[in-house]
């Protein structure tokens, strides 16, 4: 939109373009269409460009006959952009496994200790921690904003899902984070048997259990995921966009729930739109 409004057309193009190809691209994993203003904002370039076939490509896709009504402000008007930043992303959390195992040569000497020809001291089982990260969302009232000018009304559309995003890509990344984390689970057991194994030759039993507890301890204290996290994101930005004439007006937003219930109002006094520009307002919704 930046591009757009300083007339630079052709980077215009190509960034909705872009934008158009991620909407794509993800929808199978973040369940977001292609939202109609961006659908708008390409025909209306391509048409101002004579882009002929690609115009046509999207009247087709998008199921628009004529660009006539796709144009977003004439040049006549400016146009007011409402921004929601709506609640807040998930805050990362961990989640501990902790058992207690066989020695990792015990375990991986099966057969020996099933024929009981081993004639060294048992040791003691090893205390395995896997700490692993999860998200925990923090859930908002509001489902979209309603913005009211002069008699004319557009509802938000979401834009990007924040909430979303942050667990497919966490989910995608949970193969190889676990494996890291078995992995020192491991390392961290043939520790505990090394130990145990040195303290069994010590007569003294208050040095082999405080060298036995001592490691263990440090093994639950050390295993910890990754709950780093960008808590002040909102859970989802959503967009809203109303072609006016020149003038100062009174800006109206009505944050809705789900059932289109009206949660709260608040009223932007004296917004000034200019003529073939846009004006930018934005409001953050924390969570109900």
């Given at each position: ?5 300083l007339?630079e057309w052709?980077d ?8 158009y190809?991620a909407?794509k691209k993800?929808?199978?994993h973040?369940?977001i269409?292609?939202?109609t203003?961006?659908q ?5 370039l391509?048409?101002?460009?004579g882009?002929?076939?690609e115009?046509?490509?999207?009247q087709?896709e ?5 660009t006539k ?5 004439s040049?006549?008007e400016?146009e ?7 609640g807040?992303a ?5 989640k501990v496994?902790?058992m207690?195992?066989?020695p ?7 057969s ?10 048992t040791t003691?089982p090893?205390l ?9 969302s923090?859930?908002s009232?509001?489902a ?11 509802d938000?559309?979401i ?5 979303t995003?942050?667990?497919?890509s966490l989910?995608a990344?949970?193969p190889a984070?676990?494996a890291?984390?078995?992995a020192?689970a491991?390392?961290?057991?043939v520790m505990?048997?090394s130990?145990?194994?040195?303290a069994q030759r ?7 259990m405080i060298?036995?507890?001592?490691v ?9 995921a990754?709950t ?8 989802n930005v959503q967009?809203?966009?109303?072609s006016l004439p020149p ?5 109206t937003?009505?944050l809705?729930?789900?059932?289109q219930?009206l949660?709260?109002?608040?009223v932007y006094p004296?917004v ?7 004006t930018y307002?934005?409001?953050h919704?924390?969570?109900y």
């Amino acid at each position: 939109m930046i591009y757009d409004e300083l007339g630079e057309w052709s980077d215009a193009m190509i960034a909705y373009r872009k934008a158009y190809e991620a909407y794509k691209k993800n929808r199978a994993h973040f369940s977001i269409d292609v939202p109609t203003m961006l659908q708008f904002d390409l025909l209306r370039l391509a048409r101002q460009q004579g882009l002929a076939d690609e115009l046509a490509r999207y009247q087709q896709e998008f199921s628009v006959a004529s660009t006539k009504e796709t144009t977003a402000s004439s040049e006549a008007e400016g146009e007011l952009v409402f921004i929601l930043n709506n609640g807040l992303a998930p805050i990362k959390r961990e989640k501990v496994i902790g058992m207690w195992t066989p020695p990792p040569a015990v375990a991986v000497d099966a057969s020996k200790r099933a024929k009981n020809t081993d004639t060294t001291p048992t040791t003691p089982p090893v205390l395995i921690n896997l700490a692993l990260p999860y998200y925990e969302s923090r859930p908002s009232r509001v489902a979209c904003a309603r913005i009211s000018v002069s008699g004319k009304q557009a509802d938000t559309q979401i834009m990007e899902d924040i909430d979303t995003i942050a667990r497919a890509s966490l989910a995608a990344r949970m193969p190889a984070i676990t494996a890291r984390a078995v992995a020192r689970a491991i390392a961290k057991g043939v520790m505990q048997e090394s130990v145990d194994k040195s303290a069994q030759r010590r007569d003294d039993a208050a040095t082999k259990m405080i060298g036995s507890l001592l490691v263990r301890v440090a093994t639950i204290a050390t295993e910890r995921a990754d709950t780093r996290s960008w808590l002040t994101l909102p859970a989802n930005v959503q967009l809203a966009r109303l072609s006016l004439p020149p003038g100062s007006y009174d800006v109206t937003v009505e944050l809705l729930g789900k059932d289109q219930n009206l949660i709260a109002t608040r009223v932007y006094p004296q917004v000034t739109i200019r003529q073939a520009r846009k004006t930018y307002l934005s409001q953050h919704s924390m969570p109900y």
